[in-house]
T-cell receptor
Framework: GEQVEQLPSILRVQEGSSASINCTYE??????FPWYKQEPGENPKLIID?????ERKQTQGLIVLLDKKAKRFSLHITDTQPGDSAMYFC??????????FGIGTRVLVRP | NAGVIQTPRHKVTGKGQEATLWCEPI?????VFWYRQTIVQGLEFLTY????????DSGMPKERFSAQMPNQSHSTLKIQSTQPQDSAVYLC?????????????FGPGTRLTVL
């Protein structure tokens, strides 16, 4: 299978706290896991990604973790700000490099 | 770097009419992907070209949908006899794709509304 499950669908957090989104995948051959942020009326923008030769990657307040055994990866937004409010999509690649996306998580950061 | 360019940004068609959507990938990118986004289904893969050759069209509805990439600077997605269920945002993405898996960058999308 090529499904990517993403939870939660909605995440409400207080400004300054952290937000975590979890995804699981089925395809054992997947080796590339990007995360996209999409604001209303805009296209999805790549914010961070991780490849299967890594377990952890961090950039500008974002941390991604990958557990290949469990086929699970996650995005952690540290010190959330109102500008972090958006839809977030996880994805995994499959044959031919096409991406299979999770259903998305709406993150709402309360001031 | 202008990013991925998609035209038109919005298109309204009547049921049964044809719609052609255009995509210009980032200069130097050799892979072009088409996805469709709806509230219900989310982001769905449609088709993929590498060096202008069709690689994978497993996500394309078998009837009415077709895609081409006649040259390295543009790709088209054509929907014949559009139906209301074709209403969606159609997103094009491009990638370097030189023998590995590279980041995909999305264009602004074309919002198709079929009345």
């Amino acid at each position: 299978g090529e499904q990517v499950e993403q939870l939660p669908s909605i995440l409400r957090v207080q400004e300054g706290s952290s937000a975590s989104i979890n995804c699981t995948y089925e395809n054992s051959a997947s080796n590339y896991f990007p995360w996209y942020k999409q604001e209303p009326g805009e296209n999805p923008k790549l914010i961070i990604d991780i490849r299967s030769n890594m377990e952890r990657k961090q950039t500008q307040g974002l941390i991604v973790l990958l557990d290949k055994k469990a086929k699970r990866f996650s995005l952690h937004i540290t010190d959330t700000q109102p500008g972090d409010s958006a839809m977030y999509f996880c994805a995994g690649n499959s044959a031919g490099n096409k991406l299979t996306f999770g259903i998305g998580t709406r993150v709402l950061v309360r001031p | 770097n202008a990013g991925v360019i998609q035209t038109p940004r919005h298109k309204v068609t009547g049921k049964g009419q044809e719609a052609t959507l255009w995509c210009e990938p980032i200069s130097g990118h050799s892979a072009v992907f088409w996805y469709r986004q709806t509230i219900v289904q989310g982001l769905e893969f449609l088709t993929y070209f590498r060096n202008q050759a069709p690689i994978d069209d497993s996500g394309m509805p078998k009837e009415r949908f077709s895609a081409q990439m006649p040259n390295q600077s543009h790709s088209t997605l054509k929907i014949q006899s559009t139906q209301p269920q074709d209403s969606a945002v159609y997103l094009c993405a491009s990638s370097l794709a030189r023998g590995g898996t590279y980041e995909q960058y999305f264009g602004p999308g074309t919002r198709l509304t079929v009345l």
